[in-house]
């Protein structure tokens, strides 16, 4: 490379690789926000809240079990509140069930209220699930829809409705 001439266009062709790269990791404007992200994740805090349902079985009798999990998989205690709602979002917790006999009550929390559950367990709440049919029965009265959890720590939410076997069903995650 003697000539002056091919060591400029040597020179220059790295110039524009250079200047190239320069301007390709150079960042852009911001996109929009992402999501918070999972429960339990740095941008999501509390309260933590999962969602149940349905939470009864239509044009049912008997008042077979409701079983609903709750497990604490942080490292603090977790202050829950357990709260059986109607379909139009009254809390039922004290209220009767309806065709429970001997008479039964729906479990949870009412109001502010909470109790503790301890880093690493589980919480297991047991009730009847409402007769929804048949005379007397309206299908709406006190029947339970949804089940909502809230809670101050990250916290894993499930259920479990025997109903000619066990059927679990599905709790999510209610994003913010």
């Given at each position: 490379?003697?000539?002056?001439?091919?060591?400029?266009?040597?020179?220059?062709?790295?110039?524009?690789?250079?200047?190239?790269?320069?301007?390709?990791?150079?960042?852009?404007?911001?996109?929009?926000?992402?999501?918070?992200?999972?429960?339990?994740?740095?941008?999501?805090?509390?309260?933590?809240?999962?969602?149940?349902?349905?939470?009864?079985?239509?044009?049912?009798?008997?008042?077979?079990?409701?079983?609903?999990?709750?497990?604490?998989?942080?490292?603090?205690?977790?202050?829950?509140?357990?709260?059986?709602?109607?379909?139009?979002?009254?809390?039922?917790?004290?209220?009767?069930?309806?065709g429970s006999s001997p008479a039964a009550s729906y479990p949870g929390q009412t109001g502010?209220?909470?109790?503790?559950?301890?880093?690493?367990?589980?919480?297991?709440?047991?009730?009847?699930?409402?007769?929804?049919?048949?005379?007397?029965?309206?299908?709406?009265?006190?029947?339970?829809?949804?089940?909502?959890?809230?809670?101050?720590?990250?916290?894993?939410?499930?259920?479990?409705?025997?109903?000619?076997?066990?059927?679990?069903?599905?709790?999510?995650?209610?994003?913010?």
């Amino acid at each position: 490379m003697n000539n002056p001439l091919l060591r400029h266009a040597g020179i220059a062709s790295f110039a524009v690789v250079l200047l190239t790269t320069l301007i390709a990791c150079t960042p852009g404007p911001p996109g929009p926000a992402g999501s918070p992200g999972p429960p339990g994740s740095s941008a999501g805090g509390p309260p933590y809240v999962w969602v149940c349902t349905p939470a009864h079985y239509p044009s049912a009798g008997g008042n077979p079990r409701a079983d609903l999990y709750i497990f604490n998989g942080s490292s603090s205690t977790a202050n829950i509140a357990v709260h059986i709602l109607d379909r139009g979002g009254n809390n039922l917790s004290g209220v009767t069930i309806p065709g429970s006999s001997p008479a039964a009550s729906y479990p949870g929390q009412t109001g502010a209220t909470t109790v503790a559950l301890v880093s690493e367990h589980t919480l297991n709440l047991t009730w009847q699930t409402p007769t929804t049919s048949g005379p007397g029965f309206d299908g709406i009265t006190n029947v339970s829809s949804t089940v909502r959890v809230k809670s101050d720590q990250p916290i894993a939410v499930g259920t479990d409705f025997g109903f000619s076997g066990f059927i679990p069903l599905p709790c999510s995650f209610l994003p913010k």
